[in-house]
C-alpha cells in the first residue's frame, strides 16, 4: 500500500488552518493558514453595519468554508501528495461556536429575511452576551438540585449553547421560531461537507449539558427556566449524538470540487480545538495536564474516576479519549491580554522602537521584560480581561493592575501581565491536583509556547512543574488528522482507534522548561497574593467590578 496521508483543520478564533499529515509518523508534510475574511465581528454587522452591544462576538460561516476551499487546495499543491493517498479528514473548531440553519442547513444569515439580524448569526465561543441567561440558569439548577452542575464545576458558562440558545429565544424570538436547529459549528461544517449532520459527543458533552448515560437535562427543568425551551433537546438541539473518532460520513462530489480531496474520502465527526490537541502530544492516560495556549487557554486532563471540582469547565466520559473521563478547564483571554497591551497600551516610542529594531512589539517587549527576575517589578495582575472561566466561572470579572509608579516601564507591564495569566493556570491546576485529579505532568501547545520562550519559563516556574512543548506548529490540526486517520480505519491505511493513532504520530520536542527554584520562591510568594487578590474581587467581598460594568452598561445604553 503505498504511502497514506490525512488532513487536519483548525478552526480557530480569527483564522482556519489545514495540515497534510504523513501517517506512519506525524510529519507534517505541508500546512496552510486562511485568516477569516471577516475575522471575529464584535462591533458591526458586515451586512447592513449594524451596531452590536458590548460583550457580543459573532462569526461569518461562509469563512468557514473559505479555509476550506483555500487551505486544503494548498497543501495539496505544496505536499504535491496525490488525493487518492488522502485517506481521511478532520476537523476541530473553537466551542461552543453554534449557529442557527433552517430545515435545508443553510445558516439564517445568509438568507436576506435574517442577514440583518445579529441573531442569526454565528455566536463566537467568546461572545458574553449571554450571561444574564447563565446566571439564571444557573440558579434555577442550583434551586432544583439538578445533578448535572457539579459535572460543570458548579456553573454553567455563558459561553456554551444553552444560554446562548435562551438568549436568541429572549432577544430574538422570531429567530428562534425560524430556527430548525442549533448547531455548532464544527458539526455544521461536517455536515456541510458530508451531507449527514451528527453531532459529536464532545462538544454535545462540554457546552450542551449532555451525558453519554443521562442525555440531556430534563424537559422539566427547560420547562422551569422557559416553558418555550421544554422540549429544546428534541427539537432545535436533535440529532444523533457519535462519539469522537467515529466517521461522520464521505466528501460529496461537491464539497470535493471544492477542496481537490477525492469524493469519498472519510471525514469524522467534528471535535474541539483543545481536546484534539490532546492525543497529538501523545497524551492518552491520566495525569498529564495538555495546555492549548493561544488567545484563550484550555487546561485538558484525562481521569478515571467522575470527580468535583470547582469551576471546572466540565467532566465528559470519552470527552477526549475514549475509556477515559475527560476534564477541561480554561482561561478565557491569554495571548487576547498580550494583544489588548500591545495594540492599545504601548506608547508611541514603543511601536517606534520595534519598527527600527525590524521585530515584532510583542517580541521588543519579551526581550526586555526578560531582563527582569521575578518580583521585580513590584506589579501584580489579574488575569480577567475577558471574564474568569474556570473556578470562580464569571463573565462580569475585568481585569486589574497593582502596584503601578511613576517609574512603571510598559515592559514590565507586560511581564505582569504574562505573569498574572500563569498565575490564573496555577488556580486550575491547583484546583485538579488538590480535588482527586492529579497533575503529574504538564504539555503546551498552540502558538504561544512556539512564540515566547520568557512566557514558558515563567509558568514553569509558576507551577513548579516541568513543561513539555508539543513539536507541532499545528498541534490541534494535527489531533484532527489523527481523528480523520482513524475515521478511514486501518484497512484504508489509517487507524482503528486514536491510542494507536497517538502512538504513531504524536510528537514533543526534546527540550522542555524546568522549573528553577529561586524563581519558584518568589512566585509562591507573589501567587499568595495573587490569591487574596483573586478572593477579593472574585469571591464577593468587593464587587466593585461589576457595579462598575452595571454603571457602563447603564450610561452606555
Ligand atoms: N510573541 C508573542 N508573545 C505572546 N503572545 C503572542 C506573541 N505573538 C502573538 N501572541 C498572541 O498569540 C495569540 C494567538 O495565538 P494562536 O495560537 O496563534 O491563535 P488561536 O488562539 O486563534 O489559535 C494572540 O492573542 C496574540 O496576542
Ligand atoms: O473553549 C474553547 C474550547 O473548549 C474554545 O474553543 C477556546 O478557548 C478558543 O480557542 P483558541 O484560544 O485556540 O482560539
Known amino acids: 500500500m503505498s504511502h497514506k496521508y490525512a488532513i487536519g483543520v483548525d478552526y480557530g478564533t480569527q483564522s482556519g488552518r489545514a495540515v497534510l499529515v504523513d501517517l506512519t509518523n506525524g510529519h507534517e508534510v505541508a500546512d496552510h493558514v486562511t485568516p477569516y475574511p471577516h475575522g471575529v465581528i464584535d462591533e458591526t454587522l458586515p451586512t447592513s453595519g449594524k451596531q452590536l452591544e458590548h460583550d457580543w462576538a459573532l462569526q461569518h460561516p461562509g469563512d468557514y468554508i473559505e479555509v476550506l476551499r ?15 493517498d488522502v485517506i481521511g479528514l478532520g476537523i476541530d473548531f473553537t466551542a461552543c461556536t453554534m449557529l442557527p440553519v433552517d430545515e435545508r442547513g443553510t445558516p439564517l444569515c445568509f438568507k436576506p429575511e435574517w442577514s440583518d439580524n445579529p441573531h442569526g448569526w454565528v455566536k463566537l465561543w467568546k461572545h458574553h452576551a449571554a450571561q444574564d441567561e447563565a446566571d439564571r440558569l444557573n440558579a434555577m439548577a442550583a434551586q432544583r438540585g439538578e445533578k448535572f452542575l457539579p459535572r460543570y464545576g458548579g ?10 440558545v435562551w438568549q436568541i429565544a429572549n432577544e430574538a424570538p422570531d429567530v428562534y421560531d425560524a430556527s430548525d436547529l442549533f448547531t455548532e459549528a464544527t458539526d455544521w461544517v461536517i455536515s456541510q461537507l458530508t451531507g449527514n449532520f451528527v453531532r459529536n459527543s464532545c462538544t454535545a458533552g462540554y457546552k450542551s449539558i449532555w451525558h453519554k448515560r443521562e442525555g440531556y437535562p430534563s424537559s422539566d427543568f427547560f420547562k422551569a427556566l422557559d416553558p418555550r425551551l421544554e422540549n429544546l433537546t428534541e427539537t432545535k438541539l436533535r440529532g444523533d449524538i457519535v462519539p469522537l473518532g467515529t466517521k461522520a460520513g464521505e466528501l460529496t462530489e461537491e464539497m470535493a470540487k471544492l477542496t481537490g480531496l477525492n469524493a469519498g474520502t472519510a471525514i469524522a465527526v467534528g471535535n474541539v480545538d483543545a481536546h484534539a490537541a490532546v492525543p497529538a502530544v501523545g497524551v492518552v492516560t491520566p495525569g498529564k495536564l495538555v495546555m492549548a495556549m493561544g488567545t484563550s487557554i484550555c487546561h485538558m486532563l484525562l481521569g478515571t474516576e467522575e470527580v468535583e471540582v470547582e469551576g471546572m469547565c466540565g467532566v465528559v466520559e470519552d470527552g477526549i479519549i475514549p475509556g477515559y473521563l ?18 492599545e497600551a504601548v506608547p508611541a516610542y514603543v511601536k517606534e522602537a520595534a519598527g527600527k529594531e525590524g521585530v515584532g512589539v ?38 486589574v493592575i ?25 488556580k486550575i491546576i491547583d ?40 513539536d507541532s506548529k499545528q498541534t490541534p490540526a494535527v489531533g484532527a488528522a489523527m481523528f480523520g486517520a482513524v475515521a478511514a480505519g486501518s484497512a484504508k491505511g489509517g487507524y482503528d482507534s486514536v491510542v494507536d493513532a497517538a502512538k504513531a504520530m504524536a510528537r514533543v520536542r526534546e527540550e522542555t522548561f524546568k522549573p528553577i527554584p529561586e524563581n519558584v520562591a518568589i512566585y509562591d510568594k507573589l501567587y499568595r497574593e495573587y490569591g487574596e487578590l483573586h478572593d477579593y474581587f472574585g469571591r464577593g467581598a468587593n464587587d466593585v467590578m461589576k457595579r462598575l460594568k452595571a454603571l457602563k452598561d447603564e450610561t452606555s445604553r
Open 326 to 343: 475527560g476534564y477541561e478547564a480554561g482561561q478565557s483571554a491569554v495571548g487576547d491580554i498580550f494583544e489588548w497591551f500591545v495594540e
Open 431 to 470: 484546583a485538579f491536583h488538590h480535588n482527586g485529579v492529579p497533575v503529574d505532568e504538564v504539555y503546551a501547545c498552540g502558538g504561544l509556547p512556539q512564540r515566547n520562550r520568557l512566557l514558558m519559563q515563567i509558568y514553569a516556574d509558576v507551577t513548579n512543574r516541568e513543561i513539555k512543548i508539543a
Open 70 to 84: 483555500r487551505s486544503i487546495p494548498a497543501v495539496l499543491a505544496q505536499s504535491g501528495v496525490s488525493p487518492a
Open 362 to 399: 510583542h517580541q521588543w517587549l519579551t526581550e526586555r521584560a526578560s531582563a527582569y527576575r521575578p518580583g521585580e517589578t513590584g506589579l501584580l495582575a489579574l488575569d480577567w480581561w475577558n471574564g474568569n472561566r474556570s473556578v470562580l466561572v464569571d463573565t462580569n470579572l475585568t481585569g
Open 402 to 426: 497593582v502596584g503601578f509608579s511613576l517609574l512603571t516601564k510598559p515592559e514590565e507591564v507586560y511581564r505582569t501581565l504574562l505573569e498574572s495569566t500563569a498565575f490564573g493556570t496555577r
Open 155 to 164: 456553573k454553567i458558562s455563558s459561553e456554551w449553547m444553552i444560554a446562548k
